[in-house]
């Protein structure tokens, strides 16, 4: 039911989950200076520019697979036969 307990309970959930995502995102920026760094591995990109080019990529595919889907294509993510299979 609604109410104050409730309210405590969604704010204390996603204080846990907005903190367990901000050390994830800050480990994923650290980790490439790290390797660079302390490991001397020759890597190009820097974890903020990593992350950019992540979600980019994932928005330019949701972005093809709501186009096809609009078209009644089966969409290229899955794998199968196709319409064929059916």
């Known amino acids: ?3 104050k307990n409730t309210a405590e309970y969604i704010d204390r ?7 367990a ?15 660079i760094y302390n490991l001397n591995v020759p890597f190009y990109f820097g974890g903020t520019a990593l992350l950019i080019v992540v979600g980019v ?6 972005q093809i697979e709501a186009h ?4 009644h294509y089966d969409g290229f993510m899955k794998k199968g036969l196709g319409k ?3």
């Open 13 to 19: 959930v996603l204080t846990r989950l907005t903190f």
């Open 57 to 62: 990529a994932r928005d330019t595919m949701m």
């Open 68 to 71: 096809m889907l609009t078209r």
């Open 21 to 35: 995502g901000a050390i994830y995102v800050s480990a994923i920026c650290i980790l490439p200076e790290i390797l």
């Open 1 to 3: 039911r609604p109410g």
């Open 84 to 86: 064929a299979a059916r």
